[in-house]
């Protein structure tokens, strides 16, 4: 197989809005901070809706846009972090909601990676062979694993989710999918976490800023590298929207002033591994990249892990 591409995109957010006069009064904390620390102005918290209902919102979503239907799909593969139940995994659920008969069907947890783990991993299976039509997903709802006592996370992380379908490229197609890089810094893992029965994301927040700020720009530019595309070339970067301060500084070194900076962050707060499938699935919705035009994501979260590669946007 030559390669694979993404067909269409979909997302699905929770209703309920919660801005930051909101959680302050939970914690001691105010909107000029929250805006100013990290850019975020309001999240979506979800209510009823469990981690596979709102994947399976946004596949379905997804594969409206693409002129496919559920037979035609054999993979489904969730990226998530947050789903309650150990078995059946997320994207069983979802082919279950979805009526897709047979797919494989497997979870990813790179945690705010694993969106761009799972892409990567998607595509692997389709150059190999081994599947033709998938549905990748990034879904989660970090609500349920936040301390909501804790203001150096609550103010932070949120629900939602994004996917994507991805097929097969013609033999004569240049790949819509570029090679991923990837990786991980294992002994930082206690930086960003969501350990143990009663599980609460914790975090080192000045060690995850100062790794993100200054070793995941030359990892981006490698993506490009391998993709065989400059970087002034790129129509929008789509990072992992983990902090507006990070996601500014790591565009101001890939030197990228022509390309769209994704900030969805601004009203959706962070979601993990949603994050870039969601930001991406709006761009698109409001078309501000052209179809085929190179797109950057780069995932970067717990573990430590890392991973991105340039799309062509579908
Ligand atoms: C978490 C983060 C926003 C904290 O910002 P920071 O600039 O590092 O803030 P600090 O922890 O140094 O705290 C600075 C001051 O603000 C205070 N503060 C911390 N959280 C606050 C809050 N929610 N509201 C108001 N004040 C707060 C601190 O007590 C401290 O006060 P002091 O100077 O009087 O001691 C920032 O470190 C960050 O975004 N890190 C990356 C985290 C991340 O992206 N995690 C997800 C990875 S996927």
Same mark, same amino acid.
């Given at each position: 197989? &030559?390669? =694979?591409?993404?067909?269409?995109?979909?997302?699905?957010?929770?209703?309920?809005? +919660?801005?930051?006069?909101?959680?302050?009064?939970? +914690?001691?904390?105010?909107?000029?901070? $929250? /805006?100013?620390?990290?850019? $975020?102005? &309001?999240?979506?918290?979800?209510?009823?809706?469990?981690?596979?209902?709102?994947?399976?919102?946004?596949?379905?979503?997804?594969?409206?846009? =693409?002129?496919?239907?559920?037979?035609?799909?054999?993979?489904?593969?969730?990226?998530?972090?947050?789903?309650?139940? %150990?078995?059946?995994?997320?994207?069983?659920?979802?082919?279950?909601?979805?009526?897709?008969?047979?797919?494989?069907?497997?979870?990813?947890?790179?945690? #705010?990676?694993?969106?761009?783990?799972?892409?990567?991993?998607?595509?692997?299976?389709?150059?190999?062979?081994?599947? /033709?039509?998938?549905? +990748?997903?990034?879904?989660?709802?970090?609500?349920?694993?936040?301390?909501?006592?804790? %203001?150096?996370?609550?103010?932070?992380?949120?629900?939602?989710?994004?996917?994507?379908? +991805?097929?097969?490229?013609?033999?004569?197609?240049?790949?819509?999918?570029?090679?991923?890089?990837?990786?991980?810094?294992?002994?930082?893992?206690?930086?960003?976490?969501?350990? @143990?029965? %009663?599980?609460?994301?914790?975090?080192?927040?000045?060690?995850?800023?100062?790794?993100?700020?200054?070793?995941?720009?030359?990892?981006?530019?490698?993506? #490009?590298?391998?993709?065989?595309?400059?970087? =002034?070339?790129?129509?929008?970067?789509?990072?992992?929207?983990?902090?507006?301060?990070?996601?500014?500084?790591?565009?101001?070194?890939?030197?990228?002033?022509?390309?769209?900076?994704?900030?969805?962050?601004?009203?959706?707060?962070?979601?993990?591994?949603?994050? $870039?499938?969601?930001?991406?699935?709006?761009?698109?919705?409001?078309?501000?990249?052209? =179809?085929?035009?190179?797109?950057?994501?780069?995932?970067?979260?717990? @573990?430590?892990?890392?991973?991105?590669?340039?799309?062509?946007?579908?």
């Amino acid at each position: 197989m &030559s390669g =694979s591409r993404i067909l269409s995109l979909g997302h699905y957010q929770p209703s309920r809005v +919660v801005t930051n006069d909101e959680i302050a009064q939970l +914690v001691e904390t105010n909107d000029e901070w $929250i /805006r100013d620390r990290v850019g $975020i102005v &309001s999240r979506r918290i979800a209510g009823d809706e469990t981690v596979a209902d709102m994947a399976a919102a946004a596949a379905d979503k997804a594969l409206a846009n =693409s002129g496919l239907t559920a037979a035609d799909i054999d993979l489904v593969v969730v990226a998530t972090c947050t789903s309650v139940d %150990r078995s059946p995994n997320v994207a069983c659920r979802v082919a279950a909601k979805l009526g897709i008969a047979a797919p494989a069907a497997f979870d990813v947890n790179t945690a #705010c990676s694993g969106f761009a783990y799972a892409l990567g991993t998607v595509d692997h299976a389709i150059r190999a062979g081994a599947a /033709r039509n998938a549905i +990748v997903i990034g879904a989660e709802k970090l609500s349920e694993f936040t301390d909501w006592t804790d %203001r150096s996370t609550c103010i932070i992380f949120a629900d939602g989710a994004g996917a994507a379908v +991805v097929t097969a490229a013609a033999e004569d197609e240049a790949p819509g999918i570029g090679p991923v890089v990837w990786g991980s810094v294992p002994e930082r893992g206690d930086a960003v976490r969501i350990e @143990g029965w %009663r599980p609460y994301v914790a975090q080192e927040g000045q060690t995850v800023f100062r790794w993100a700020t200054t070793a995941l720009a030359p990892l981006a530019l490698q993506a #490009c590298e391998r993709a065989g595309v400059d970087p =002034s070339e790129l129509a929008a970067f789509v990072p992992h929207q983990a902090n507006t301060r990070i996601i500014d500084g790591i565009a101001k070194r890939l030197n990228i002033p022509q390309a769209i900076i994704a900030k969805d962050i601004v009203e959706s707060g962070n979601t993990s591994a949603a994050s $870039i499938p969601l930001a991406l699935s709006k761009l698109v919705e409001r078309r501000e990249v052209p =179809s085929g035009a190179p797109v950057l994501l780069f995932g970067f979260g717990g @573990g430590l892990t890392y991973a991105g590669q340039v799309i062509r946007c579908p």
